[in-house]
């Protein structure tokens, strides 16, 4: 009788291709979250150097002031080196 009971309380037994399949699912889900954290690592440090980028880029060519490479104060244009060479020509001709 005992012999029996033991019998009815055993689990039902997994066929080998039940196996594999659990073990397949299993495979896939541990790849799938190190790959999703892979992924979650690599965009953070994309988003990372493209914030540092866009700083970088905000603070070039600014000097005293932070006015840039701009006009100047008053808005006038400046005078270009060829019209600084046209003056000196004229008056070295005259």
Do not use: C, H, Y
Request: glycine content about 14%.
């Amino acid at each position: 009788m005992q012999a029996n009971q033991g019998q009815g309380q055993q689990k039902p037994v997994k066929s080998l291709k039940e196996i594999q399949e659990e073990e397949q699912e299993i495979a896939f889900l541990m790849w799938f979250e190190e790959e999703t954290a892979r992924v979650q690592q690599e965009d953070e440090r994309r988003l990372t150097l493209a914030l540092n980028a866009e700083g970088e880029r905000s603070q070039r060519g600014r000097g005293k002031g932070g006015r840039g490479r701009g006009r100047g104060k008053g808005g006038e244009r400046g005078r270009g080196r060829a019209r600084d060479r046209r003056e000196q020509a004229s008056a070295a001709a005259v």
